[in-house]
């Protein structure tokens, strides 16, 4: 399964300059738990970093920092580990894995951001699909019980 097909192609996305507190807004606004770092917000987005809500917590709550002076660049991670549009879901997930990370940017063929691939996407994606696969098992037993009688 091709990246493309199931990467959520809406990211939110800020710079490195954007304080905390205006990423945490963002996070809200949007339901997201992370925001992508771009260099230039207004030019190709090309990935810098990554802010997460944990992020937040760990780096500027918990450390007891005021989060309309921190900005994005102290507390995001890098380097940001991307994954590219034509890459199989499977070379990612061994990408997220080695790394550590639950979600990554997603690159077109212009190292542009195309949008973002989170593991709990693909659980639900990965549900839907076994769902699908046990109702056709479970339809196929039916057809065969009526044919039998």
């Not at 990554?104 to 989170?118: Q, Y």
């Amino acid at each position: 399964m091709l990246l493309r097909e199931i990467c959520i192609p809406d990211v939110v996305y800020c710079t490195a300059d954007t304080t905390a507190a205006s990423a945490a807004r963002l996070m809200r606004e949007r339901h997201v738990g992370d925001v992508v770092v771009v260099e230039d917000a207004d030019g190709d987005q090309t990935p810098i970093g990554v802010v997460t809500d944990r992020d937040l917590i760990v780096e500027g709550l918990a450390k007891e920092r005021d989060a309309a002076k921190i900005k994005v660049r102290d507390i995001m991670r890098t380097p940001v580990v991307v994954a590219r549009t034509t890459e199989d879901a499977s070379r990612a997930l061994e990408r997220m894995r080695v790394h550590g990370v639950r979600r990554i940017p997603v690159m077109d063929e212009h190292l542009r951001l195309a949008g973002i691939f989170c593991l709990d996407d693909l659980v639900k994606r990965l549900a839907a699909d076994t769902a699908a696969l046990a109702e056709i098992l479970s339809g196929e037993q039916d057809r065969e019980r009526r044919r039998r009688r």
